[in-house]
């Protein structure tokens, strides 16, 4: 499989799961709707995060360090005094 043709994949799939969380949403929004008298009307959305905030490169790196402490992993990068 080509880089382009998993991107395309990767993407049809995140769509996929968009969608899949705005069914749940509809029926929590429902449920809620019909249980909850609120001001105003909750929205499928309203049960998800659907920021798409950009990890910086420090939050990356503490992630795969934490996972390779958790995998029991080496650190194989340079050590900073030379050994």
Known sequence: ??????????????AE???????????????????????????????FDVSEKEQTPEEQLKIVELLNEAFEGRDLRKKKDGR
């Open 1 to 14: 499989m080509t880089p382009v043709q998993f991107a395309a994949l990767l993407g049809r799939k995140e």
């Open 17 to 47: 799961e968009r969608m899949q969380n705005y069914r749940a949403g509809v029926i929590a929004s429902t449920i809620a709707n019909i249980f909850c008298k609120l001001k105003e009307p909750l929205q499928p959305l309203d049960f």
